[in-house]
């Protein structure tokens, strides 16, 4: 008896299970097959263009500024953290803390300084090249 009761739950679990595969697949097929509203109600056949620039150095100049304004603050708290790093491993006396802090320190300098020049290297390309007026204008 027992081996005929496992037998009926194992086919009632497999039958639950595939008519749960059975449901789903069947929505997915359904979503991806039929017409969406939002498409059908394009009346162009292009499509908007979702960069804002205008023009290769706009967006340039608008992924750096994007740049400064997430790694300028970020910076500033790394330098802070690395600052009270090195003051708690002087106090310490722990050489290899303040070797740490000032290697973190370095770096966190030299990255800053890298995306502020990618933004000074921008502006002076857009300047040089005359992108502040005409067709290339941002």
Not at 49 to 56: L, R, Y
Not at 66 to 88: D, E, H, Q, R, S
Not at 118 to 131: P, Q
Request: with cysteine; net charge positive.
């Amino acid at each position: 008896m027992q081996a005929h009761g496992n037998t009926y739950m194992t086919k009632r679990i497999f039958s639950r299970r595939l008519w749960k595969t059975f449901l789903i697949r069947g929505y997915i097929l359904h979503t991806l097959v039929s017409a969406s509203p939002v498409f059908a109600q394009t009346l162009t056949d292009r499509i908007p263009n979702p960069i804002a620039a205008k023009s290769f150095p706009c967006l340039v100049k608008a992924l750096s500024e994007a740049a400064i304004t997430i790694v300028v603050p970020i910076a500033i708290v790394a330098i802070i953290f690395a600052g009270l790093k090195f003051i708690i491993a002087g106090a310490q006396g722990n050489e290899g803390g303040i070797k740490q802090a000032r290697t973190m320190l370095f770096w966190i300098i030299i990255g800053t300084a890298v995306v502020v020049g990618s933004f000074v290297l921008a502006e002076a390309a857009i300047s040089f090249f005359g992108a502040t007026a005409g067709p290339l204008a941002c």
